[in-house]
């Protein structure tokens, strides 16, 4: 599924995860900080990140759950039609077929 954008949501959400992941990286690498502190604030980034993937899966799930459901509910939508259409269709032919026998005997 697509937005507006022609973008996705799986793709939308690896950028804002990359870009996060680079923008932290950045970070790190500029700020005066020990080892033991670069390594435990990565640590928080990487928590993080791995926090708003799984939340971006679970929004993702949902949505093709969403999706799937409308679908299911418009397959179904479309097969009543198609059934009410063949109905009519026997009931018209079986009409014509009386009309046209009554035509024969007279």
């Known amino acids: 599924m697509a937005n507006d954008r022609g973008c996705s949501l799986g793709a939308v959400g690896l950028a804002f995860v ?52 409308k679908g299911h509910e418009f397959v179904q939508e479309k097969k009543m039609v198609l059934a009410e259409a063949v109905e009519a269709g026997r009931t018209a032919m079986q009409r014509e077929r009386e009309r046209l026998s009554g035509e024969k005997k007279a």
């Open 18 to 69: 990359t870009g996060g992941l680079a923008g932290a990286a950045i970070a790190l690498m500029l700020a005066p900080k020990s080892g033991r502190e670069s390594q435990k604030q990565l640590r928080g980034y990487a928590r993080r990140a791995e926090e708003q993937v799984h939340d971006l899966a679970d929004k993702a799930t949902e949505f093709m759950d969403q999706a799937m459901d």
